[in-house]
């Protein structure tokens, strides 16, 4: 299903994708199977990414298709979530993605994206103490 290659390599969306499909087999998603269809809405186009998750394969389209759950977001959130610095269950509670089918592997998706980074407290002290 590699068709992401002609997606821009600055593209923080087009990187992450494409090393989760490069990356082989996930175990964070290993009982699962399905497909999602990411929309990115924004800059005045709409971008689909196609991910298709078969028991710990991960496979990657640059287009739309049929899924089994579609989440309409802003191409910036999803750009932010690949980094760590967004959670897809936060967005979804403050109502800033819409989810049509099936919320549950989006969920199980949200396993393969990076925590938050690090504290960057330069400090010394931990959060809380004085």
Known sequence: MKSVSGA????????????????????????????????????????HWLVTI????VGIANRPGPADAIVRMRRELFA???????????AVLRNDLEVE???????VFQRLLPGPPPDRNTTGVRSGER
């Not at 087999?25 to 990115?40: C, D, K, N, R, W």
């Not at 078969?54 to 394969?57: E, R």
């Open 54 to 57: 078969d028991k710990g394969s």
């Open 101 to 107: 089918g099936d919320l549950h592997l989006v969920m």
């Open 8 to 47: 821009l390599s600055s593209d923080p969306t087009a990187s992450f994708l494409q090393g989760l499909e490069e990356a082989g087999y996930h175990p964070l998603v290993a009982q699962a199977s399905g497909t999602i269809m990411f929309e990115l809405t924004g800059l005045g186009v709409d971008d």
């Open 80 to 90: 932010s979530a690949v980094r760590g610095h967004s959670n897809l269950w936060t």
